[in-house]
């Protein structure tokens, strides 16, 4: 889990210069958009190429977005790992872990994903803003 959360958590949000191929023309207008928005919030335009602040917006909530679905992607594997163990002293008899409950693995995997969303995105894009300009 935590491997998975932090390959995602440096990869996602890192400044980068994107090579994509274009939007297929029958895509849908918010595909559209979001394919027309930067990798990262503070992503630099290639020259003659511009972002506007909505497209800088939307590179945010696309980020999110996948650091969400991460989230509640890859902590589902980590409490049920977690909860087989406690399950397994509970069963052998040892009094240390008696009175440990399981956690609940949805409402944990969601609170989880809205963590990475709000949290590790915002700190990945001020962070590779930051990181960026040291090294300019």
């Known amino acids: 889990m935590a491997i998975i959360s932090d390959f995602m958590l440096v990869w996602l949000p890192a400044s980068t210069i994107s090579l994509r191929a274009p939007v297929a023309p029958n895509a849908g207008r918010i595909a559209k958009f979001f394919h027309n928005c ?12 511009s972002f506007t602040l909505l497209q800088r917006i939307g590179a945010i909530v696309r980020n999110s977005t996948k ?3 991460v ?3 890859s902590v589902p594997v980590g409490t ?5 163990v406690i399950n397994a002293w509970n069963t052998v008899g040892s009094t240390s872990l008696e009175e440990a409950e399981n956690v609940p693995v949805l409402s944990t ?12 995105n915002l700190r990945g894009v001020l962070f590779s803003e930051v990181s960026f300009e ?3």
């Open 71 to 73: 989230g509640t992607t």
């Open 38 to 49: 930067p990798d990262n919030a503070f992503q630099i335009a290639m020259s003659g190429t």
């Open 109 to 120: 995997s969601i609170g989880y994903g809205v963590y990475m969303a709000i949290s590790s």
């Open 67 to 69: 650091l969400f679905a």
């Open 134 to 136: 040291a090294c300019a």
């Open 80 to 84: 049920v790992v977690t909860n087989a």
